[in-house]
């Protein structure tokens, strides 16, 4: 009944607006840049083409130790190449080279200990060559509960070794110590996927030695440890200094034995001094060279370096220890290469 | 209510107490959960808005220009008129959640699609729609094969074009030298569609097509006003036409026609007023007497940043932008293979052990928990189809799979609640099948659907489990501007924020943040569905 007129008002409307329209379009106009170069929309929005002309996406997973670290660093180069979209994921060590890195589907991946030649061999399969660089170091870092005063002084290398390894697997303190009290050990720790995981392997128990117990509560959330040992008065935990710097408060952390026979804490010190070891680390990461023959990536990666002596992001905010300017100049010397080799 | 005996000679006692007992423990029951959840979201709203660090003179302004008036109006409405203070909290119901919602739109025409862009599409569907419709004028004399193929082929050409031999309509927009400037394409593309739409509904409401014209004018210069005083105030001129033509016009085109036909009720309209004026003139009087307000991380740098290392300066720009996208993306895959299926289901398929197999199995993955379709995805996805991980479009369609059993079962219930005689009086008249389900069935059961639908997209805005699974970064700084692009979402960001970054910062400021904006984001589109429900049941 009323569609007649719908029809009538819509015509009509329209006369309207596409006069008031062309009136509109003489005066608003620009000229069109954007659009000359196809329609593909990746890099050519007039939103993100502001500061630089750096553009792309760089995608990253690994660590969750190094996580931290290249969060930073990406929300500064970002801040400066506004173009350049950088997506982080925190997936573990090994499982990032598993799953993301060596199947091509990210350009970087963090990791808290060296690549291993199986994960070299998965690489080269697939034609990605990892390139090695230092990006700091850390002291990992096992926690106890606040209220654990039985420790005393701290553990020794063969105690961690009693507490985490698969053949001793002790169920109570006093199994390791006839001194302590009889009560369950709770552990918690990173997944067998972490490059913390790893690198403890290496250190405690020995490429030889036993294999890491299998009966803790494993997680890739350093959160999630550190929440665990909180609550629990008999529990232990490791993972890296960054998480425990910013919860001091909530847990205590270990002084371990060194090679020298003294009880030395985690910390920035410590660790550069190497005074505290075996358990500080080099922290890598491993842009793929394929990757790096793109503009983005490179200028990222050499950001990276540029940055990786700087205290303020390093060592105050994520809590490691910067590299060396000897350090630093190395692995940008290694960088440079890698960039030549892939263009 | 203390307990009473009755005693009547011969009949014995009865004691009360029992169902007394009963029915409060039932009420306990049903408070349970209510209040448990109240409980915890004043906390994480006590922790992300703060409201105890604003100035008392603060509160004291609000009080005396927003609640203080609207209190009074309200009570004397609610006393004397209660329908005109439904439709008086109903405007101002429209003006928060179209305004959360065309702010959303903002987002995607300044940062995600160029206005260019979209431009050139829509200039791309109306050329083949008009074919269309040129079309069926003739439609007679036309084969019904060849129409459908010549539909097919006309849109098929005009929005993708022959590669290499002919330029589709969107490219050849786009590659137009000279063209006008984004808010003026925005404000004619979408002040123009809103202003079509405000201009027939008053023209229907008045039966007069010079109202609608007027109407429609007026709804298209409003939107134009409110750009061109961006230009001078320094607000992003696009944000602002956006938010004009999907936010002010629609609410004040609700209110206008509310004004016009419902004479009993219009008074209401006076209370939606004092709100407004009230928290605008409150807003101004705050600033100038400079009272400051609370320090809510809920703020607008909150809500424009990217995330960052320390939790002060973080932000959800980018989790909003990919949760719309998603949504998007989720609700174009879901919607017609859902409406599909269940009119399938409904209205053709025979009821026999296949039928009532798949019947089964649908309702059984309606349960299926989202960590599993998550699993699906990135198995099907990424593994057997070789997509790159976390992008928008895995999401979408992982999203999209999950929700698609729900969209399923409340459509079809939408369908049966269709009375069967409307039906049968349609097929009493020579109607066909098809032409009974496009003419009667349909029309009847969307609102239904469409309530069903966006429930489900409630569900889907709040999964994580998919979306790690698939692989979506934890950390990302810029919006994603295409579907291969990384995406991240709401809900993952608050996860990856709660445990990634441990410092207790985080936790108690960017994450109660995070979960307000999210939460506002679900009770926006749950009040949205509810809306359609109550309209759509006191109709029928």
């Known amino acids: 009944m009323t569609r007649n007129s719908d029809v009538l008002s819509r015509r009509k409307f329209l006369i309207a607006s596409g006069a008031a329209g062309l009136a509109g379009l003489a005066g608003c106009t620009e000229s069109n840049e954007g659009g000359s170069d196809g329609g593909s929309g990746d890099s050519d929005d007039s939103g993100s083409d502001g500061s630089g002309e750096l553009s792309g996406a760089i995608d990253i997973a690994g660590s969750s130790t190094v996580f931290p670290l290249a969060t930073a660093m990406a929300e500064r180069f970002q801040k400066e190449n506004t173009g350049v979209n950088i997506n982080i994921q925190s997936t573990g060590s090994g499982g990032g080279f598993a799953n993301y890195f060596c199947t091509g589907q990210t350009d970087f991946n963090n990791a808290s200990r060296p690549i291993k030649s199986e994960e070299e061999s998965q690489c080269s399969s697939e034609d990605i060559n990892p ?19 039985f420790i005393g002084e701290g553990l020794t290398i063969e105690q961690l070794e009693t507490i985490f390894s698969a053949e001793t697997a002790p169920t109570t303190w006093a199994d390791v110590n006839s001194e302590w009290p009889d009560e369950e050990i709770e552990i918690f720790g990173p997944t067998d996927a972490s490059g913390t995981y790893d690198y403890f392997i290496e250190a405690i128990l020995g490429e030889e030695g036993p294999d890491h117990r299998q009966d803790y509560s494993a997680t890739e959330q350093d959160r999630t440890i550190i929440q665990g040992v909180e609550g629990s008065e008999f529990a232990i935990g490791y993972m890296g200094y960054a998480y425990y710097s910013e919860n001091t408060d909530a847990v205590q952390a270990v002084a371990i034995e060194n090679d020298a026979g003294e009880f030395v804490a985690p910390s920035l010190d410590t660790a550069l001094s190497g005074e505290y070891n075996p358990l500080s680390r080099p922290l890598f990461t491993y842009p793929a060279q394929e990757s790096l023959a793109e503009d983005h990536v490179a200028a990222f990666a050499r950001y990276w370096m540029e940055n990786s002596t700087s205290k303020e992001i390093v060592a105050d905010e994520v809590g490691y220890v910067p590299l060396s300017e000897d350090e630093q100049s190395e692995m940008l010397d290694k960088l440079d290469s890698a960039i030549e080799a892939a263009n | 209510m203390a307990t009473q005996s009755d005693t009547i000679e011969g009949f014995g006692q009865v004691s009360r107490r029992a ?9 306990g029951a049903t408070m349970f959960g209510i209040v448990t959840l109240a409980i915890l979201l004043v906390y994480v709203a006590n922790d992300a808005l703060q409201p105890l660090t604003a100035d008392p003179g603060w509160y004291l302004v609000f009080f005396a220009t927003l609640v203080a008036p609207a209190t009074l109006v309200g009570a004397y409405l609610a006393r004397t008129n209660l329908d005109a203070l439904k439709l008086g909290a109903l405007v101002v119901g429209t003006l928060a959640v ?7 739109a903002a987002i995607l025409f300044v940062d995600i699609v160029p206005p260019l862009v979209s431009l050139s599409y829509a200039v791309g569907l109306v050329v083949p729609f008009a074919a269309v ?18 539909t097919g082929a006309i849109f098929f050409l005009s929005l993708f074009g022959i590669p290499g031999y002919y330029h589709s309509i969107p490219e050849m927009v786009q590659k137009i030298p000279v063209v006008p400037t984004e808010w003026v394409i925005v404000t004619f593309l979408l002040g123009g569609g809103v202003s079509v739409v405000v201009g027939l509904y008053f023209a229907r409401l008045r039966e007069n097509t010079r109202a609608g014209v007027v109407a429609g004018v007026a709804a298209l210069a409003a939107t134009g006003l409110f750009a061109v005083s961006g230009l001078f105030t320094g607000v992003n001129p696009t944000a602002l036409a956006v938010v004009t033509a999907g936010a002010f016009v629609p609410t004040a085109a609700y209110a206008g026609g509310a004004a016009l036909t419902r004479e009993h009720e219009r008074v209401g309209l006076l209370f939606a007023a004092v709100v407004i004026f009230g928290a605008l003139v409150g807003a101004v009087a705050v600033d100038v007497l400079g009272f400051a307000g609370p320090q809510s991380w809920v703020d607008w740098q909150f809500l424009t940043s990217s995330h960052s290392g320390t939790a002060e300066n973080a932000g959800l720009y980018p989790a909003i932008g990919g949760s719309i996208l998603l949504m998007i993306t989720v609700a174009a895959l879901s919607f017609p293979l859902g409406v599909g299926a269940a009119v399938y289901l409904e209205e053709y398929a025979p009821d ?23 699993l699906l995805g990135l198995g099907v996805f990424v593994t057997y189809l070789g997509q790159a991980t976390g992008t928008v479009l895995i999401g979408g369609a992982t999203l999209a799979l999950l929700i698609l059993p729900i969209v399923i079962i409340s459509s079809r219930e939408a369908i049966r609640s269709v009375p069967s005689d409307m039906r049968q009086a349609s097929y009493g008249m020579g109607a066909t099948r098809w032409q009974t389900v496009k003419n009667v069935v349909l029309p009847e059961a969307f609102p239904g659907i469409l309530t069903g639908t966006i429930l489900a997209l409630g569900r889907a805005i709040g999964e994580t489990a998919p979306l790690i699974m698939i692989g979506a970064p934890n950390v990302l700084f810029s919006l994603p501007t295409e579907l291969s692009s990384k995406v991240s979402a709401m809900p993952l960001q608050v996860y990856a924020w709660s445990s990634l970054f441990a410092s207790e910062d985080f936790y108690t400021k960017a994450v109660p943040a995070g979960v307000v904006v999210l939460l506002a984001v679900l009770l926006a589109m749950n009040s949205v569905a509810i809306v359609l429900r109550n309209k759509f049941e006191s109709e029928s």
């Open chain 2, 133 to 150: 419709v040129l079309m069926t004028k003739y439609e007679d004399q036309i084969p019904f094969t060849v129409r459908v193929a010549a």
């Open chain 2, 98 to 104: 179209t305004l959360m919602f065309s702010g959303g």
């Open chain 2, 352 to 374: 026999n052990v296949f039928t009532r197999f798949i019947d089964v199995n649908i309702s059984n993955l309606a349960g299926v928990p989202s960590v599993v379709y998550g």
């Open chain 2, 19 to 27: 169902g007394i007992i009963f029915r409060y423990l039932l009420m």
């Open chain 1, 131 to 149: 390139v090695e660089l230092k990006v700091a170091t850390d002291a990992l870092t096992v926690i106890v509960n606040n209220d654990n005063d």
